[in-house]
T-cell receptor
Framework: DVKVTQSSRYLVKRTGEKVFLECVQDMDHENMFWYRQDPGLGLRLIYFSYDVKMKEKGDIPEGYSVSREKKERFSLILESASTNQTSMYLC???????????????FGPGTRLLVL | AQKITQTQPGMFVQEKEAVTLDCTYDTSDQSYGLFWYKQPSSGEMIFLIYQGSYDEQNATEGRYSLNFQKARKSANLVISASQLGDSAMYFCAMREGPDQGAQKLVFGQGTRLTINP
């Protein structure tokens, strides 16, 4: 079974702190994604990566950066956390294929981040 | 413009009844895929069912079926004989493309389903 793990389930940080959210997958997937989930807005893509050291902006990259030094690990970084970044953060991964059909994304358990 | 629209923020259904969760989508691609996910209160996203744009039959997985109406651009999820454990958030998502790289998904706003005993 595919396993995607996230470093923390719950996190409380102060405004201005640098925050690292870690995601690790154990199935040798090429693609990894970071989403944030907010009530009434669904999941919105922050960044994704299709290879080591490669990254692409999603729909809402402002205030975030990412790092992918190893294939299995994709980190989301909040350089200076703000209260409007309080949210649920979900990591996902999938294999890279030219047309994947019903290849689903596999999600981690999520990190609920509270910025005070 | 919203690519995936779920117009029902919340639904309440009696146990054992069937329930339909609405999803409409907007794309100009001929090839695309539609997904439904379940998110219980614990937070994990559980893949339920997939429908490809070229699939002629509606997808089914156990008690889940997808009512795919391509001309109307709708992909409603039908849950038959609902159970208390079906209470959760449900998300519709679309993958556009054929995609040569990462398969990005676009999600709807979600519908919170509550099953009453």
């Amino acid at each position: 079974d595919v396993k995607v793990t996230q470093s923390s389930r719950y996190l409380v940080k102060r405004t201005g702190e640098k925050v690292f959210l870690e995601c690790v997958q154990d199935m040798d997937h090429e693609n990894m994604f970071w989403y944030r989930q907010d009530p009434g807005l669904g999941l919105r893509l922050i960044y994704f990566s299709y290879d080591v050291k490669m990254k692409e902006k999603g729909d809402i990259p402002e205030g975030y950066s990412v790092s992918r030094e190893k294939k299995e690990r994709f980190s989301l970084i909040l350089e200076s956390a703000s209260t409007n970044q309080t949210s649920m953060y979900l990591c996902a991964s999938t294999r890279a294929r030219s047309w994947a059909g019903e290849e689903t994304q596999y999600f981690g358990p999520g990190t609920r981040l509270l910025v005070l | 413009a919203q690519k995936i629209t779920q117009t029902q923020p919340g639904m309440f259904v009696q146990e054992k009844e069937a329930v339909t969760l609405d999803c409409t989508y907007d794309t100009s691609d001929q090839s695309y895929g539609l997904f439904w996910y379940k998110q219980p209160s614990s937070g994990e996203m559980i893949f339920l069912i997939y429908q490809g744009s070229y699939d002629e039959q509606n997808a089914t997985e156990g008690r889940y079926s997808l009512n795919f109406q391509k001309a109307r651009k709708s992909a409603n999820l039908v849950i038959s004989a609902s159970q208390l454990g079906d209470s959760a958030m449900y998300f519709c998502a679309m993958r556009e493309g054929p995609d040569q790289g990462a398969q990005k998904l676009v999600f709807g706003q979600g519908t919170r389903l509550t099953i009453n005993p």
